[in-house]
Each structure stands twice: as structure tokens, then as C-alpha cells.
């Protein structure tokens, strides 16, 4: 894929520390990846790119397709947000196993 395909700019978050939320309980924070930003492809998810990517795996639901340049504190319990939506990494590919690039199947978050 060309740099010129990944024209999305995304932000990239991992859960934090939990917080107290002043009534006995925690709230949820999260945490900017370095670097935090990210020029990537976002596409709507099809049943195409779900068996190819994510083959021989069950996913529950997936709305979006991230494509974009490898980096290693990616895992399925990030979110990318894109555009005020929030979406959950719920699978991560990295073709070829060379830390090239990454392909995330995501849910999008609804609140």
C-alpha cells in the first residue's frame, strides 16, 4: 500500500493507571502511545477483509479495517479515535510477520 493511501489521522490510546473515582470505585484512564498520532486507512469492514485477516479466529463484530505502519504497543486492548469515534482493536495483524505494518480489525465504540 502507498503512503498516499493512508490518509486518515488518528490518535492511538492504551488503558492507564485506573483512577478513584471518589465513591469507592475506579474510573477507566487512558494513555497516548508514543508517537500518539498516526497516518493510517480506515475503511468500512466486509466479509472479505474479515477472512483474510483474521482467519482460522472467531470475531464477534467488526465495523473498521486500520491499516497502517507497524507499531509495537498495538494489542487488542488499544482504541484508535478517528474523526470524534471511538474504535476498539479487537484483532491485529502484522503481515508477514516483519514489523512493516499492522492491519486492525475494529469495533466501533458506541457511548
Same mark, same amino acid.
Given at each position: ?6 490518509? &486518515? ?8 493507571? %485506573?483512577?478513584?473515582?471518589? !465513591? #469507592? #470505585?475506579? =474510573? /477507566? @484512564?487512558?494513555?497516548d ?6 497516518? *493510517? ?5 466486509s466479509? +472479505? !477483509? $474479515? /477472512? +483474510?485477516? %483474521? ?5 464477534s =463484530?467488526?465495523s &473498521? ?12 486492548? @488499544? +482504541? ?7 474504535? %476498539? ?7 508477514? /510477520?516483519?514489523?512493516?505494518? $499492522? /492491519?486492525? *480489525?475494529? %469495533?466501533?465504540? *458506541?457511548?
Amino acid at each position: 500500500m502507498s503512503i498516499g493511501a493512508h490518509r &486518515h489521522l488518528v490518535q492511538l490510546q492504551n488503558p492507564g493507571a %485506573a483512577a478513584p473515582n471518589g !465513591d #469507592g #470505585g475506579f =474510573s /477507566e @484512564t487512558w494513555t497516548d502511545l508514543t508517537p500518539a498520532t498516526l497516518y *493510517v486507512s480506515v475503511e468500512p469492514a466486509s466479509a +472479505r !477483509d $474479515l /477472512e +483474510r485477516i %483474521a482467519a482460522g479466529t472467531v470475531i464477534s =463484530s467488526a465495523s &473498521h479495517i486500520v491499516k497502517g505502519p507497524y507499531h509495537a504497543g498495538v494489542t487488542t486492548k @488499544t +482504541r484508535v479515535l478517528f474523526n470524534g469515534r471511538t474504535l %476498539a482493536v479487537t484483532a491485529v495483524a502484522n503481515p508477514g /510477520e516483519r514489523n512493516v505494518s $499492522l /492491519e486492525l *480489525v475494529c %469495533a466501533e465504540v *458506541v457511548a
